[in-house]
């Protein structure tokens, strides 16, 4: 099945996640943040409503009166405080950046496989992003297809993303806010995780302006309101996707049913780029 992406003003650009978050991080340290890179957070607690946080690469605590917990799926924020919720490995990911293969072209491969699915996509003009997702007894038979499939090494180098699914942590907790994966996971099929990541910082950032500056008592409740309409009327895409690459049976009724009918195809995907 194949679908043209918009193109324009409305098009959707890949870009290297390493890249990214160089251009992130410099512009942060610009804007006057104290960046501390490789730091391991160890514990932290709360002192008459201030946070205070150490890493294990010094000795001298840090205090906050606001906390931003942007760490991930795995947020070890949320895991100190006793907040992660317990998940099952249902799945695993994996995701490397190999050679862009010759005349790949610039489109992005969605690719149901057996006991699993992969995605591809160009991230700049000689790179490749590929990602595996499958049942963790299944991952090493995607592995030995990757390696045929584009002429990998067997010491190509993968990195894990896990889990693909876990309960949702509350986005506000007085004077700490959770943002992106911290908060919440959805399913990578869709590749909608940079967006709730980038809105949810940029609402985060608003409400930490709005408790530091204006003392307002009310932002950390505003921001959790905020935090929910982003996904409301998105999740039950996400939802159809993981049903479609998590059942065959099903995945192969939606696609049989999106190439017979292209237009039920080209609304769920604008459902996802828009």
Known sequence: VRLELPRGEEAEIAVKRSAFDS????????????????????????????????????????????????????????RLLGLLPRFAKERVALQTHIPLPSGFG??????????????????????????????????RALQIWARKRFELSAGQQWRTITPLRRGTVPAAHGNLLFAGDAARVVEPFTGEGIFYALRSGELAAAAA??????????????????????????????????????????????????????????????????
């Not at 890179?37 to 205090?63: F, P, V, Y």
């Not at 969605?110 to 992003?129: F, K, M, R, T």
Request: charged share 20%; with cysteine; proline share 3%.
């Open 23 to 78: 251009i992130l991080l410099n512009r942060t340290a610009k804007l006057g943040a104290d960046v501390r890179e490789a730091s391991t957070l160890t514990s932290i607690g709360k002192s008459d409503g201030t946070w205070k946080i150490t890493t294990a690469e010094t000795t001298a605590a840090l205090r906050a009166r606001l906390l931003v917990a942007a760490d991930g799926r795995n947020s070890t924020v949320a």
């Open 106 to 139: 610039n489109r992005v491969v969605l690719q149901l496989l057996a006991g699993g699915y992969s995605g591809q996509a160009p991230v700049n003009d000689s790179e490749l992003n590929l990602c595996l997702v499958g049942k963790p007894k299944s991952i």
């Open 209 to 274: 302006t709005a408790i530091i500056r204006e003392n307002s008592l009310d932002a950390a409740s505003k921001y959790a309101a905020q935090h929910a309409a982003i996904y409301r009327g998105r999740l039950w895409i996400n939802a159809l996707a993981r049903t479609a690459v998590v059942s065959p049976k099903m995945g192969s009724i939606l696609f049989e049913l999106a190439r017979l009918q292209p237009t039920l195809l080209r609304f769920l995907t604008r459902k996802v780029v828009r």
